[in-house]
Every structure is written in structure tokens, then in C-alpha cells.
């Protein structure tokens, strides 16, 4: 459980790549730097990323945001894990509702991520399904109701109960797991209210991507999150 985590979805956004997807990265560093001990960022960039993001970053963990259940090979177009992490990852996002795979593959990923030190952030898209990811022991367990994803509408106002009842579930076969909320996260507000509900930190993905501003965003959810974990200790 521990200290919250905001992680951010960098998704195939334009800011995603190149020199924006750098100077966000650089914002997030600098706050990580800032926050450390009391705020984990993590970083899920695109692929294509991941040498130049993770060369520039320390305290921000850099994630993949998907990994195919493939040893190094003949795979063409696939991601393996050993590739993930010569590039500089640190883990990866799995299934992802923009990217969703089957459960025996999360299986399998999970475990030779655990093999080769790399982290796992399982998304689900509902209690149930999160309980199912939990039991496979990843590092952390992200919900994320599909329907709310990229509309600004954040589930911890409009959802609330997809939090705690992925809370209550999870916590019946994975004691420790931290769970993520995701979905809508757009304002200090959002984030603070998926912690007082319960969550261990929040995925966030179009609020800071989209933003005109993203490290003023960045500041935003970080101060939030820290102060509400704050109040909760
Ligand atoms: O992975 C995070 C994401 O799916 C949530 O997207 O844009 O609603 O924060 P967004």
C-alpha cells in the first residue's frame, strides 16, 4: 500500500512523443524529485519512448504500456519483456481497456516480469475483473470503468462504488496489492476523493496529455494526492 501513486497514461497522444513526451517527463522528474517518499510516478509511454524518456528520468518510473507473452524470437511487431526492460523500462501497464489481453496472458506476463524485475500495473475494467488480475500477484491493480475513460468525468464523483467495491473484492484474495483508480481523474479534487475512498493513487491519462498546462496539472495532482494521504495517516 504505502506511499500514493500517479501514474500517467501517456497513451498515443501527439504530446506523447518526441520532445513533448520528454518535457513532460522532465516535469514529472523534477516533481518526483520533489515528492520523494511521499508521491511514486510512474510513467506508461509509448514504445517507441521508452530509451529516450528513461535515459532523462530516475525517480519517475518509466513503464511500457503493454508486453506480449513472448521470449526474444521470431516475433515479429511484439514486445517482449527482455526488450521492455533493455530499453530502460521498469514495468509495464497490462491489459489496458485500449489494449486488452486474456487472462492467461497476464498470467504469464506477470510472472516473468516478476522473473526479470520488472513491475506490472494490471488495469481492470470492473471489480470482479480486478479481483481475477489481483490474485495473479502483479505489483499494483489500476480499475478503470471504460465507459468514463477520456470523458472528464471522474469515476471517484460519478463511480464511487466501483472503487470501493474493487477495494473490498481485491482485498479478499490480495491483501497488499495497491489499487489505482482510473478513469475521468482530472482535478486535484478527483484524485483526493479516489484516495479518501480508499485507493492507493490514481492513472490518469487526457488531464495532463491534453493539458495546455501539463506541469502546472502535474503539480496539481501531486499536491492533492500527497495531502490527502496526509489526512489519512
Ligand atoms: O489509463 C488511464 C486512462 O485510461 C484514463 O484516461 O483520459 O480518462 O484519464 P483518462
Redesign the pocket.
Known amino acids: 500500500k504505502g506511499i500514493p501513486v500517479l501514474?500517467v497514461?501517456y497513451?498515443a497522444y501527439p504530446t506523447a512523443f518526441g520532445e513533448t513526451g520528454l518535457a513532460i517527463a522532465l516535469t514529472a522528474e523534477k516533481l518526483a524529485e520533489e515528492y520523494d517518499g511521499i508521491i511514486r510516478f510512474i510513467l506508461?509511454v509509448p514504445a517507441t519512448e521508452i530509451v529516450r524518456i528513461s535515459e532523462s528520468t530516475d525517480k519517475a518510473l518509466v513503464y511500457a504500456q503493454h508486453a506480449d507473452p513472448v521470449e526474444p524470437g521470431a516475433h515479429t511487431g511484439y514486445l517482449p519483456l527482455e526488450a521492455l526492460k533493455e530499453a530502460g523500462a521498469k514495468g509495464t501497464?497490462l491489459n489496458?481497456?485500449?489494449h486488452r489481453i486474456r487472462l492467461s496472458d497476464i498470467d504469464t506476463i506477470v510472472r516473468r516480469a516478476t522473473q526479470l524485475g520488472l513491475e506490472t500495473l494490471v488495469?481492470a475494467d470492473t471489480p470482479t475483473a480486478a479481483a481475477a488480475a489481483a490474485i495473479l500477484s502483479p505489483t499494483m491493480i489500476?480499475v478503470?470503468p471504460p465507459e468514463?475513460?477520456?470523458?472528464?468525468v471522474p469515476v471517484s464523483k460519478a463511480k464511487p462504488e466501483v472503487i470501493t467495491s474493487t477495494i473490498q473484492l481485491v482485498r479478499m484474495v490480495n491483501p497488499d496489492v495497491p489499487i489505482l483508480a482510473?478513469?475521468?481523474?482530472?482535478t486535484g479534487e478527483d484524485a483526493a476523493t479516489a484516495i479518501k475512498l480508499g485507493a492507493n493513487g490514481v492513472?490518469?491519462?487526457?488531464?495532463v496529455?491534453?493539458a495546455k498546462d501539463p506541469e502546472a496539472k502535474l503539480l496539481e495532482l501531486a499536491e492533492a494526492l500527497a495531502k490527502a494521504a496526509e489526512k489519512k495517516s
Not at 468514463?148 to 472528464?152: C, D, K, N, S
Request: hydrophobic content about 45%; proline content about 0%; glycine content about 14%.
Open positions: 501514474a497514461n497513451k506508461a501497464l489496458h481497456s485500449e488495469c489500476a478503470e468514463l475513460i477520456g470523458t472528464g482510473g478513469a475521468g481523474i482530472t492513472l490518469v491519462a487526457s488531464a496529455m491534453k
